[in-house]
Structure formats: structure tokens, C-alpha cells
């Protein structure tokens, strides 16, 4: 049994804060992972999954309970059933933005512009992660899951987790617990086949992101160099030497509203239709007309709206920081809470609070935290 002497979450999750657990076992092997949650449910004890520690926000008190590190790697290349495309399947604990480069370097498209994520492939699905236009559930075939309780993993199609914006039956949100209790242990993907060649970027937002004009051709690996260039350039790529990074990335989400609420909202507010408009014109072929036209149903698709823009509008800067505390904004990311240097969860949970109390009086929206918070109160 992989079971190890426990050490301070504070040293395994980048925000830099969590107490000792009263268990530790580290999960090399699929097997052990298994073993490991096997043991914690058998025992009862309350347990906690830890892949890079990048999405967790975790108390000061001592976590009464075990922590299963998950530190399986390998990546394996199989056929696709569609011609020109690849499955790859790779284990639950392996780095995810080396699993980004291992697929660039192979001429794989479909996760390029998720380079720099930090995390681990595991807690890819969880999140739904995502940036500039893409996720994972664009790609995603299929998981192994082991579900609470049970004694091996199963094969659960892409289709059967939930799969939303920044979410998932899997996921644990603020304030309730997840849909199926289950541990990813392995995750397959479906990519293009395209080679070293260049090619035309699709999607506008990467577009955007990239400073293309349409129809501009580009590589994968020029994708991924410009990706991380641009993380970088916000704080969002782990660096040692960048305090900036000590987070926990964006730690509030981007808001999902209605299209009424977000026409409250400053014009200038960045924001993006979740579902493309419908065709305002009806075409009804002169064969099928009764002399009868249909009312039109009005399309008010859900927005996404910027919270970074909220934040910053709702007079918080980048940089921000409370008297007298050790936690702060990010200098270069008003969506990123930074540990300056031992800042306790309690500090940071102050910083997150008042955040959300300025941008709920500007604009009576109350944002939600990215992370999962485990021993935190908000």
C-alpha cells in the first residue's frame, strides 16, 4: 500500500496554503490509485483527491482525512475509428501541459490552446477546462472512472459526465457536492491528424488571442509558442521566481448570465453569446405555405460575461491588496488571488470576500469561485 508520512497541503497546491493531513498515500501506478481510494472508503475516512494542486483552495486547520496524491504519467498513442484523426490516452496524474506538448510534437490538433494550463489530465475533464476558444469536451472521447465504493474502474463515454462551462457531474462546486462521486484514472482524447503543416486557425476568439486575420495559416507549435507566450504575460504559467503565479489561476469564473441581466450591464463589458443566434429570416417553401406564417420565437441566448473587466471596473486593480495582508491580486490578472509570500487561507478567503461584496454593490452579480474549496468558507 502506497501510504507515505503526510506532509503540509501548503507544499503540494499552488496557492500555498493547507494543513496536514491525518493520511497520505501516493498513487504511482493505476493500481495504486485504486488501492489507495479503496482503503480511504473502506475506513471511512473522508478523502480528498490531489493532482497538481493548481484548482484547490484549501484551509489552515489540519485536513481530518486522507489525501490520495495521484502520480500516474504515461501517454499512449491508438488508432481512431475516423479517418485522419488519433485517439490518445493518458493516465490521470501525468502532467497536462506535457501531455499538450507530447500531442503538438506529434502533429495532434484540438488541445493546442490549452498549453500552459497547470493541473494534471485528471482534473482536465472535472473542470471542462478551457481557454481562448477551446475545451477539453471538444475532444474527449471517453474516462475511466472509479466510483466511490466500487472496486475497478469502468469506462464512462465523454457524453455521461455533464460537460459544461467550467464543469461536470465530477466536479465539486462552492456550496454542494458533485453529481457522481468518482476518481478519473485515465482520459482519452481524439485529435486531427495534420502533421507538422500549417493550417488555417479556426474559432475567433483564438484568433483573436493570437493576432490573426482570418485565414491566416499557422503551425501547432507556433500556437503553442504564442499561447504560453500570452499566459506568461498574465501570471498564469507556474513560475518559482514569478509571485504572480503562486494561485490558483482564475479564481472566480467568468459569469453566465441572461441576456436581460447583461444589457444592465456598461455596454463596454466584454461579453460572449453561449448559443449563436438564430436566422431572423423564415423560409417556408411555397409547396408547404397554408396562408399561415408562424410568430417568430426570439432568440436571448445565455452571455458569458467578463469578470476580470468587473473586478477591475468595480474599483479593484491589479496588484490589489488589503492592509496588512500577505494575500493579493495578481499584478499582472485581476482574476488571479496570489499567495505575496505565507499568507494564510484566511487571508486570502478576506481578499476573495471583499471582491465579491465590491463587485456585487457595483453590479449586482455575485461571483463565483473557480477553485474547489475544501475547509474554506467564502
Known amino acids: 500500500m502506497p501510504e507515505v508520512t503526510p506532509v503540509p497541503l501548503a507544499q503540494l497546491t499552488t496557492l500555498r496554503t493547507g494543513g496536514i493531513p491525518a493520511r497520505m498515500f501516493d498513487a504511482h501506478t493505476p493500481a495504486d490509485l485504486v488501492d489507495a481510494l479503496r482503503e480511504a472508503w473502506a475506513d471511512g475516512w473522508p478523502w480528498l483527491v490531489l493532482g497538481g494542486g493548481s484548482n484547490l483552495f484549501v484551509g489552515d486547520e489540519p485536513f481530518d482525512g486522507a489525501v490520495v496524491r495521484v502520480l500516474t504519467k504515461g501517454v499512449e498513442r491508438m488508432p481512431s475509428p475516423r479517418p485522419g484523426f488519433a485517439r490518445v490516452r493518458a ?36 473542470q471542462n477546462i478551457g481557454a481562448y476558444g477551446q475545451e477539453i469536451v471538444q475532444t474527449l472521447v471517453e474516462v475511466e472512472l472509479l466510483d466511490e465504493g466500487a472496486s475497478e474502474p469502468v469506462v464512462v463515454p465523454a457524453d455521461e459526465l455533464g460537460l459544461g462551462f467550467r464543469t461536470s457531474v465530477l466536479k465539486e462546486h462552492y456550496g454542494s457536492a458533485p453529481a457522481r462521486s468518482a476518481v478519473i484514472v485515465s482520459v482519452t482524447l481524439e485529435l486531427e491528424d495534420i502533421g507538422p503543416s500549417e493550417r488555417v486557425v479556426g474559432g475567433e476568439q483564438l484568433r483573436t488571442a493570437l493576432g490573426l486575420a482570418d485565414g491566416a495559416s499557422v503551425s501547432l507549435a507556433w500556437v503553442r509558442e504564442r499561447v504560453l507566450a ?109 499567495n505575496r509570500g ?37
Not at 498574465?234 to 489561476?249: E, I, Y
Not at 443566434?277 to 417553401?285: C, K, N, R, T
Open 342 to 378: 505565507r499568507a494564510t487561507a484566511a487571508e486570502l478567503a478576506e481578499l476573495a470576500r471583499y471582491i465579491q461584496g465590491r463587485v456585487q454593490s457595483e453590479f449586482g452579480l455575485l461571483l463565483q469561485p473557480e477553485p474547489v474549496l475544501v475547509g474554506v468558507e467564502l
Open 230 to 338: 500570452t499566459r506568461r504575460s498574465k501570471g498564469m504559467v507556474l513560475d518559482p521566481a514569478d509571485p504572480d503565479t503562486s494561485s490558483a489561476g482564475s479564481f472566480f469564473q467568468n459569469a453566465i448570465v441572461t441576456a436581460a441581466f447583461a444589457r444592465t450591464l456598461p455596454p463596454e463589458c466584454p461579453r460572449w453569446a453561449l448559443v449563436p443566434e438564430a436566422d431572423p429570416y423564415l423560409v417556408i417553401p411555397l409547396e408547404a405555405y397554408s396562408g399561415y406564417v408562424p410568430q417568430a420565437v426570439t432568440n436571448d441566448p445565455a452571455v458569458k460575461v467578463s469578470a476580470a473587466w468587473l473586478i477591475e471596473n468595480s474599483g479593484i486593480r491589479k496588484g490589489f491588496k488589503l492592509p496588512m495582508s500577505r494575500a493579493g491580486l495578481s499584478t499582472k490578472h485581476a482574476l488571479a488571488l496570489t
Open 91 to 126: 493516465q490521470a496524474g501525468h502532467t497536462w501541459d506535457d501531455l499538450v506538448a507530447w500531442t503538438v510534437a506529434e502533429g495532434l490538433a484540438g488541445i493546442e490552446a490549452l498549453s500552459g494550463i497547470p493541473g494534471t489530465v485528471g482534473a482536465a475533464p472535472v
